[in-house]
């Protein structure tokens, strides 16, 4: 067997490189391996959406997030989308028992074996190309002789990215030439917005059968205040003839728009590049009986789609492409040479507009709608909280450990039993469990369990523990962070080896445990002040989700308002509702204790208001006070187990809450100073004092 890496996994042990968590990316080579100058990489299409969306389409944000990856891990490897990308560079360094004949120092070459196998050292990164999901960097790779190698030659410069781009979709586009040449398309329909994908299959559709191919283009109507249909036609030239920007989200009017407005006919095929949720309908009535609809990845929705086409009667070759070609290399060089003008003007266009804001449409998906969205008992309405719900749903389907941090009262239990309810292990027992409530000196005995006799006061049939409870199943631990370092040594053995014994026993147990655990303070922070072993954070931080505060989500209060409203409406008997000016004053408020609050609210402005409307007067006298007393300290409380006191040093904080909540409560400095009844000039300096 070639040699692929073995040596260079260091954690966990006995894993090969493209599913270990961190791999060894020191320069110095090993046996049978390649050093590789890297100058461009492309990302996977998902991949690189992914993490623009969590730096939300900030460029030192997406440099930083992509270089602190590949610190940690010596690899590009997004847990997320299970995705990574291929590079270009030039040859550093080759071991004299390296087996690939043809390569030399020196020689440019470009790599398509994916970065999720490799180990990769990135020094800077220069530049983010959002057109192409690129970055121009500098730092290398370490080859293994199991690599697809091929010398880079026909390209250089600016035109490598064309190839990578086009080498990202290399299995696709070779194993399509073939059928559509076979097929002799006259109506082809693609539905898509990612123009170098578009590019690219545009192009391959009319090479199928040359001058003799009509082509429309569909582009999500979201788009429609980026780029206008002549920049669209301009780029794309002579590949499409028609170019429609439809509500995929309402497929039938997408179908009447792009079908019915000049009375076409049916397409014989149909290119589905998207993955917004209705595209596989609108593909699939537009496509005409007997005909193909082809799905650039599994994601696209490409199940549904045989669904409809079933319900709709059609008879319909389903393609769900992705995969290698042996002649892949030669195929995608060729057809970069063919297709240069048109990714000249992808780039020229790219150059004078905001490039970055329409990739960003086109990874979050946002579609701005008023009613609210429920996937099990998860309710919100935020574009924020629809992402991380995006987030959540992907991690779920992978079985591994989760860390969902946020702070208290942001819903981490209920993320988590959407993670649950959408995993593999739905069905299988799922365990609950608070760390803060169990007492250190029982807690090895109440995650594994202890055999009768092993302690004074244990039950003589002995007792199963967290672990052997939740085995095949979920275990949630929530406040992680409260187990001591001792506890959590423990904890890491049972995750890295998955046995552990019972207290007392002798025999070990083996475990098939999912571990999500949840706390309010990052665990990463806790790891620094040493409150927490280093080890198992990154055994546990497979995937991390950050649950956003209710205070960055405020379309969440309208729909979590009232669907606690009607909740305590039917547990008491009287319905009462929201009056139009109430829900302004709930997102007015700061939530400092989230959800939980929230939900404590809503209980309260029922229970008090006297008639069947709730109005924004009594939510803001309510609010008011709970502001208050969340600024200004309750002094018996805080002071209770104080020796001594610091006159000065207490009235300076109080008098601090005080400004912060004037300021809070009335936006304004005037207003605020009015408020306080001082002059104006008095809170502007105590405002800049205090940093407020």
Not at 29 to 56: T, V
Not at 258 to 267: A, S, V
Not at 391 to 417: R, S, W
Request: net charge negative.
């Amino acid at each position: 067997m070639k040699g692929f890496g073995l040596d260079r996994v260091v954690e966990p042990k006995g894993s090969i490189p493209v599913t270990a968590w961190k791999l060894d990316n020191s320069s110095i080579l090993k046996s049978k391996e390649m050093k590789i100058a890297i100058n461009l990489i492309d990302f996977e299409r998902g991949n690189f959406n992914q993490i623009c969306s969590i730096c939300d389409y900030d460029v030192n944000r997406i440099k930083e997030r992509i270089l602190k990856i590949v610190n940690e891990r010596g690899k590009i490897h997004n847990p997320y989308t299970e995705s990574s990308g291929l590079f270009c560079g030039t040859i550093e360094d080759i071991s004299p028992d390296f087996e690939l004949e043809g390569f030399n120092v020196g020689d440019d070459v470009v790599c398509m074996t994916p970065l999720a196998g490799l180990p990769l050292y990135l020094e800077s990164i220069e530049e983010v190309d959002f057109a192409y999901g690129q970055i121009k960097c500098t730092g290398y790779a370490i080859c293994f002789e199991s690599v697809k190698l091929f010398k880079h030659d026909r390209f250089n410069g600016n035109d490598s990215k064309y190839l990578l781009v086009t080498l990202e979709e290399e299995g696709n586009l070779c194993n399509l030439s073939e059928e559509f040449k076979k097929m002799n398309i006259s109506k082809a329909l693609i539905v898509g917005s990612n123009l170098a994908e578009v590019i690219l299959y545009a192009r391959l559709v009319n090479d199928s059968n040359p001058g003799q191919v009509s082509i429309i283009l569909a582009i999500d109507s979201s788009y429609t205040n980026i780029a206008k249909s002549s920049d669209v036609k301009k780029i794309l030239g002579n590949l499409v003839d028609d170019i429609y920007f439809v509500d995929l989200g309402l497929p039938i009017e997408a179908f009447d728009a792009i079908l019915k407005g000049e009375n076409r006919d049916f397409m014989d095929v149909v290119l589905n590049l998207e993955n917004i949720k209705g595209s596989e309908s609108v593909a699939n009535c537009i496509v005409k009986d007997g005909g193909m609809v082809c799905y650039t990845g599994i994601n696209n929705s490409y199940s549904q789609g045989l669904l409809i086409a079933d319900c709709l009667g059609k008879e319909v070759d389903h393609y769900a492409l992705d995969g290698y070609d042996n002649d892949a290399y030669d195929f995608a060089v060729d057809f970069v040479e063919k297709t240069l003008p048109e990714f000249k003007m992808l780039d020229e266009f790219a150059s004078k507009s905001d490039i970055a804001r329409f990739v960003a449409t086109e990874g979050k998906r946002e579609r701005t709608q008023n009613a609210a969205k429920t996937i099990d008992d998860f309710i919100y309405m935020s574009s924020v909280t629809e992402t991380m719900v995006e987030e959540v749903l992907n991690v779920a389907q992978y079985d591994c450990n989760v860390i969902i941090q946020g702070e208290t009262g942001v819903g981490k239990e209920k993320v988590f039993n959407l993670i649950h309810q959408n995993s593999p292990r739905r069905g299988k027992p799922c365990i609950k469990i608070n760390c803060a409530t169990i007492q250190e000196n029982l807690a090895e005995s109440e995650f594994f369990g202890y055999e009768r006799g092993s302690f004074t006061g244990a039950q003589a049939s002995g007792k199963e523990g967290y672990f052997e409870l939740a085995n095949n199943g979920t275990l949630f631990l929530d406040e992680i962070g409260s187990l001591s370092l001792t506890m959590q040594s423990k904890l890491l053995r049972v995750l890295q080896e998955n046995t552990y014994y019972r207290v007392g026993g002798t025999t070990p147990k083996r475990v098939n445990v999912r571990v999500v655990c949840a706390n309010n303070i990052p665990l990463k922070k806790l790891v620094e002040e040493g409150r927490f072993r280093e080890d198992l954070y990154y055994r546990l931080n497979i995937c991390l989700i950050n649950v956003p505060p209710l205070r960055m989500r405020k379309d969440d209060i309208v729909c979590l308002s009232d669907t606690f409203l009607k909740n305590y409406s039917k547990k008491y008997g009287v319905e009462k509702t929201f009056a139009k000016d109430a829900y302004d004053a709930l997102k007015e408020y700061h939530w400092p204790g989230n959800v939980r609050e929230l939900e404590n609210t809503v209980h309260r402005l029922y229970i008090a208001e006297k008639g069947k409307t709730i109005d924004g007067y009594s939510i803001d006298m309510l609010l008011n006070q709970n502001l208050y007393h969340y600024r200004v300290s309750d002094l018996k409380r805080e002071l209770k187990n104080e020796e001594s006191l610091d006159f000065n040093k207490i009235m300076e904080e109080q008098e601090r809450k005080l400004i912060e909540y004037a300021l809070e409560k009335q936006k304004t400095t005037r207003a605020a100073a009015e408020f306080l009844n001082i002059p104006q000039a008095t809170l502007a300096r105590k405002k800049v004092k205090y940093g407020l």
